[in-house]
């Protein structure tokens, strides 16, 4: 079974407008953490949000957010007020006992466009 | 602050040349380290991992190595490169605790001809 998924391949999104990119996740270990990363054209990937499954609050950064629902195993990420340098690949990803706590298991990704 | 460092951002070789991808981090000590590679649209495949110097986990069997011959050097080798090489990589490192959150370097785009 897929550790992580993420089921929208690509979302439009109008500039300034929030947008919600889809993640969840399988794991029977207790103690887990989610990341976020937003990959541009250039390649890099970029850290942008953690959330631990004992994080009474869902984690902000800025312009992002994480929606964590523990009980139905999603980890939306939040993009407010969206801008045209958002536009980029986004991945959700996952570490947890059964990959050592040192290993993370990666979704396939969602490419956000963002529209002028 | 940390850095991290990866070398070249571009590499095309012939099939059955060697390959060398260099890695370093500066800032820290001890970090776990990793080597990814992205086939084109798709997402990061764990390729190596590492703990501690000469200390080196594979993920998935093939055509590829990985050694650490120190701390903060991460380096990903072949002796022969197959078509099936082709594809962009890229080094990481997270510290050893915590959150292990994994940064990443710019990455390195390979294309075997």
């Known amino acids: 079974a897929q550790k992580i998924t993420q089921t929208q391949p690509g979302m439009f999104v109008q500039e300034k407008e929030a947008v919600t990119l889809d993640c969840t996740y399988d794991?029977?270990?207790?103690?887990?953490?989610l990341f976020w990363y937003k990959q541009p054209s250039s390649g890099e990937m970029i850290f942008l949000i953690y959330?631990?499954?004992?994080?009474?609050q869902n984690a902000t950064e800025g312009r992002y957010s994480l929606n964590f629902q523990k009980a139905r195993k999603s980890a939306n990420l939040v993009i407010s007020a969206s801008q045209l340098g958002d536009s980029a690949m986004y991945f959700c990803?996952?570490?947890?006992?059964?990959?050592?706590?040192?290993?993370?298991?990666f979704g396939t990704g969602t490419k956000l466009q963002v529209i002028p | 602050s940390q850095t991290i460092h990866q070398w070249p951002a571009t590499l095309v070789q012939p099939v059955g040349s060697p390959l060398s991808l260099e890695c370093t981090v500066e800032?820290?000590?001890?970090?776990?380290l990793y080597w990814y590679r992205q086939a084109a649209g798709r997402g990061l495949q764990l390729l190596f991992y590492?703990?501690?110097?000469?200390?080196i986990s594979s993920e998935v069997p093939q055509n590829l190595s990985a050694s650490r011959p120190q701390d903060r050097q991460f380096i990903l080798s072949s002796k022969k490169l197959l078509l099936s090489d082709s594809g962009f990589y890229l080094c990481?490192?997270?510290?050893?605790?915590?959150?292990?959150?994994?940064?990443f370097g710019a990455g390195t785009r390979l294309s075997v001809l």
């Open positions: 990481a490192w997270s510290g050893t605790g915590g959150k292990n959150i994994q940064y």
């Open positions: 794991t029977s270990d207790p103690s887990y953490g």
């Open positions: 959330q631990g499954s004992y994080d009474q």
């Open positions: 990803a996952m570490r947890d006992l059964s990959g050592g706590y040192q290993k993370v298991t």
């Open positions: 800032g820290t000590s001890n970090p776990n």
């Open positions: 590492s703990v501690g110097i000469g200390q």
